[in-house]
């Protein structure tokens, strides 16, 4: 996920999402493996030694910080290059809004939609839902290529395929 998917490089910046599960400290013990990797990593205060020696520079306490805002505060606003989100739902348009240009969203799970969280029942339903402006940005990996993710979880997503490159670009622009 983080090479073949990600294709993280040196240098850039790298948020993982549930970072003290399994995949997540996979994925910090693989970010060692890459030079001059700034990673941030969410997860509760009480797993935040956990994260620092698996090297991750910016544990993240989410229950008590808008990890957003928080990325943005340590970034000087920059953001990062990629966020590994198990979380999907309204976590993938914080994602997004995150993303330096050429970033990347790799969504690889719906836990907040598995957890029955109304906001993110709402966020997957809804015509704002953040779907449509993943077009391009989303990646997948296992059996289903991105779109046919989208399309399995967002009624919206037809109305984009065909779109130009310049006309998502534009609305991309404008959000």
């Not at 990629?82 to 240009?101: A, E, F, S």
């Not at 290529?145 to 404008?174: C, K, Y």
Request: aromatic share 6%.
């Amino acid at each position: 996920m983080l090479f073949r998917v990600a294709s993280v490089r040196p240098g850039e910046r790298v948020l993982v999402h549930m970072a003290a599960g399994g995949v997540g400290t996979a994925v910090l013990q693989l970010c060692r493996t890459v030079d001059d990797l700034e990673v941030f990593g969410t997860a509760s205060a009480a797993k935040h030694d956990l994260l620092r020696a698996e090297g991750c520079a910016h544990p993240i306490d989410y229950r008590a910080t808008d990890y957003a805002a928080e990325v943005r505060r340590l970034t000087r606003g920059e953001g990062v290059d990629i966020v590994l989100d198990p979380l999907g739902g309204n976590d993938w348009r914080k994602g997004l809004k995150l993303l330096r240009p050429a970033g990347r969203l790799v969504a690889y799970g719906f836990a907040n939609l598995a957890a029955g969280s109304c906001s993110a029942r709402t966020s997957a339903k809804s015509s704002s839902s953040p779907e449509p402006a993943m077009r391009g940005r989303l990646k997948s990996y296992g059996p289903f290529p991105a779109d046919e993710v989208a399309q399995r979880t967002s009624p919206s997503w037809t109305s984009w395929v065909g779109d130009s490159p310049a006309a998502r670009a534009t609305r991309w622009e404008a959000r």
